[in-house]
């Protein structure tokens, strides 16, 4: 489906037919123009029109900047509408030409309309003045506004898009690899420790426990094996379907790139910092990964397995407090690890960006106090694309969840999110960073909110019970049967 999606884009791609909209916007541009100083150089539009096209002369008539458009327009559309073509040369001749022809005409036309004694066909007033210099003006910069449109948004978006067609058409063809059905294949450690930064001015930073940290989640993500069916482990599903096999592959190419981004300490610039959320965003970009790579970093007021239960077990109730998801669902559940989920997103602040779909297969492991959630982006029949939102697709995205500092009451977050919004036509990257950055801080800030109304609805239970493992039973019972919003971090994305 990516694939044929990729194909009718490469077809005629929306960034060309807007080229394409553009070189003809020029042509009757100055076409409308051009009109409305013939009406204005003489009382008879008859006279006037005889003057422009049966007596031209490059000192009074304008009729040539319209047959310099057409010329320009048709040789674009043939070029680049009908045999589509990936080259910028002839953009740059019918520039460089219109921009001689405009240079020599300035030099040669009479603006001043000092010859109308010996010349009817010159004004015999200057009322008509705005309209020349407009249509000189407007000859100028449009040319160089298709320019920059071919070179720096058709070929450099189509060129993207093939690359991503040939990617794609190389893993479909390449020999899946499978792992041995006998032995679990070990999943590869990292040169580098993995490290969890917390944000400056908060507590973890001044504990120095980072490298505590490094250690703990270095040493469990080597002990991550292929794709489980069962908590402890095991090799993958002998009864699982093709389709299902391709699932559980693709999660652990998640895993795995989820762990090369946690790997790379440098190259992370900071986008957003909120010192009362003890929550910094930062991003990377990362060689083979499409876009940009935005780490969410916070604490969160809750044991990690209670954050757990929140995200993973919980995420089809996002909805119901999460304000930027509309729909969350898990389409199928392949094993006790791993599924299939699909979200729908509302759009950002202020609807800069619209709401997105999107489809994952979601893949979560622990090993000792540490969690650790990874996904991306699959096609499932259930859900295919419709008309109705535009589908989003995410790269590795994931999270990280372990206790902060020893203190089993609350959690070190680290939330890694890749997505690919699908534009239709170029965006600045500046308005998907606002987006993206707003819409993971609020996700923050009402995870941060909805886990503390758990935690005070807890110990508002505990005290009926009679001794201290009845009130820890309570607890998790009285958790696991509040039915208020179950948060997910799933707005651009499914984690």
């Given at each position: 489906?990516?694939?044929?999606?990729?194909?009718?884009?490469?077809?005629?791609?929306?960034?060309?037919?807007?080229?394409?909209?553009?070189?003809?916007?020029?042509?009757?541009?100055?076409?409308?123009?051009?009109?409305?100083?013939?009406?204005?150089?003489?009382?008879?539009?008859?006279?006037?029109?005889?003057?422009?096209?049966?007596?031209?002369?490059?000192?009074?008539?304008?009729?040539?900047?319209?047959?310099?458009?057409?010329?320009?327009?048709?040789?674009?559309?043939?070029?680049?509408?009908?045999?589509?073509?990936?080259?910028?040369?002839?953009?740059?001749?019918?520039?460089?030409?219109?921009?001689?022809?405009?240079?020599?005409?300035?030099?040669?036309?009479?603006?001043?309309?000092?010859?109308?004694?010996?010349?009817?066909?010159?004004?015999?007033?200057?009322?008509?003045?705005?309209?020349?210099?407009?249509?000189?003006?407007?000859?100028?910069?449009?040319?160089?506004?298709?320019?920059?449109?071919?070179?720096?948004?058709?070929?450099?978006?189509?060129?993207?898009?093939?690359?991503?067609?040939?990617?794609l058409e190389r893993q479909q063809n390449a020999p899946a690899e499978r792992p041995s059905l006998l032995q679990p294949e070990p999943f590869p450690a990292n040169t580098e420790p993995i490290r969890f930064y917390s944000p400056e001015g908060s507590q973890a930073s001044e504990t120095g426990s980072d490298s505590d940290y490094s250690e703990s989640l270095r040493s469990h993500a080597s002990e991550f094996q292929s794709l489980?069916?069962?908590?402890?482990?095991?090799?993958?599903?002998?009864?699982?379907?093709?389709?299902?096999?391709?699932?559980?592959?693709?999660?652990?190419?998640?895993?795995?790139?989820?762990?090369?981004?946690?790997?790379?300490?440098?190259?992370?610039?900071?986008?957003?910092?909120?010192?009362?959320?003890?929550?910094?965003?930062?991003?990377?970009?990362?060689?083979?990964?499409?876009?940009?790579?935005?780490?969410?970093?916070?604490?969160?007021?809750?044991?990690?397995?209670?954050?757990?239960?929140?995200?993973?077990?919980?995420?089809?109730?996002?909805?119901?407090?999460?304000?930027?998801?509309?729909?969350?669902?898990?389409?199928?559940?392949?094993?006790?690890?791993?599924?299939?989920?699909?979200?729908?997103?509302?759009?950002?602040?202020?609807?800069?960006?619209?709401?997105?779909?999107?489809?994952?297969?979601?893949?979560?492991?622990?090993?000792?106090?540490?969690?650790?959630?990874?996904?991306?982006?699959?096609?499932?029949?259930?859900?295919?694309?419709?008309?109705?939102?535009?589908?989003?697709?995410?790269?590795?995205?994931?999270?990280?969840?372990?206790?902060?500092?020893?203190?089993?009451?609350?959690?070190?977050?680290?939330?890694?999110?890749?997505?690919?919004?699908?534009?239709?036509?170029?965006?600045?990257?500046?308005?998907?960073?606002?987006?993206?950055?707003?819409?993971?801080?609020?996700?923050?800030?009402?995870?941060?909110?909805?886990?503390?109304?758990?935690?005070?609805?807890?110990?508002?239970?505990?005290?009926?019970?009679?001794?201290?493992?009845?009130?820890?039973?309570?607890?998790?019972?009285?958790?696991?049967?509040?039915?208020?919003?179950?948060?997910?971090?799933?707005?651009?994305?499914?984690?």
């Open positions: 489906m990516r694939a044929q999606q990729l194909q009718r884009e490469l077809a005629f791609s929306t960034v060309r037919r807007l080229f394409c909209l553009v070189a003809t916007f020029d042509f009757l541009m100055i076409t409308v123009l051009w009109f409305i100083y013939v009406n204005l150089t003489n009382s008879n539009v008859t006279a006037s029109l005889t003057c422009e096209v049966l007596k031209y002369t490059v000192r009074t008539s304008l009729f040539d900047f319209p047959v310099v458009a057409a010329f320009r327009c048709v040789i674009l559309l043939l070029a680049y509408a009908l045999f589509r073509s990936k080259r910028w040369w002839t953009v740059a001749l019918t520039t460089s030409l219109s921009c001689i022809f405009l240079i020599t005409k300035v030099f040669l036309y009479d603006f001043e309309y000092k010859h109308h004694d010996d010349n009817p066909c010159v004004p015999l007033d200057s009322k008509a003045h705005p309209v020349d210099f407009l249509i000189a003006i407007v000859s100028f910069i449009i040319p160089w506004i298709e320019t920059w449109i071919l070179d720096f948004q058709v070929i450099s978006r189509e060129m993207k898009l093939q690359r991503d067609l040939s990617n489980p069916n069962s908590r402890q482990g095991s090799s993958v599903n002998l009864a699982a379907s093709i389709e299902e096999q391709e699932y559980l592959q693709k999660a652990k190419e998640s895993l795995r790139l989820l762990d090369r981004i946690l790997a790379k300490q440098d190259g992370w610039h900071d986008e957003v910092k909120k010192p009362e959320l003890n929550a910094i965003i930062r991003s990377n970009k990362f060689d083979n990964i499409k876009g940009k790579i935005y780490k969410l970093e916070t604490q969160l007021p809750s044991p990690p397995e209670q954050v757990v239960d929140v995200l993973w077990d919980k995420v089809e109730n996002a909805p119901s407090w999460n304000p930027t998801v509309l729909e969350s669902e898990v389409l199928q559940q392949i094993d006790d690890h791993t599924d299939i989920l699909y979200n729908v997103s509302t759009g950002g602040p202020g609807n800069i960006v619209a709401g997105r779909d999107f489809v994952a297969v979601r893949n979560y492991w622990q090993r000792g106090d540490v969690h650790v959630c990874s996904s991306i982006a699959v096609e499932h029949p259930k859900k295919p694309p419709c008309s109705k939102y535009v589908r989003g697709f995410n790269g590795p995205t994931g999270w990280v969840i372990e206790s902060l500092n020893g203190d089993p009451s609350q959690s070190r977050f680290l939330w890694i999110l890749n997505t690919d919004l699908n534009f239709k036509v170029w965006t600045p990257q500046a308005i998907i960073d606002t987006a993206l950055c707003h819409v993971l801080m609020d996700i923050c800030t009402s995870l941060q909110k909805y886990l503390r109304e758990l935690h005070h609805e807890i110990r508002a239970v505990r005290p009926e019970c009679v001794n201290q493992r009845d009130a820890e039973k309570v607890s998790i019972s009285s958790y696991e049967d509040l039915e208020e919003h179950s948060p997910s971090l799933d707005s651009f994305g499914s984690v």
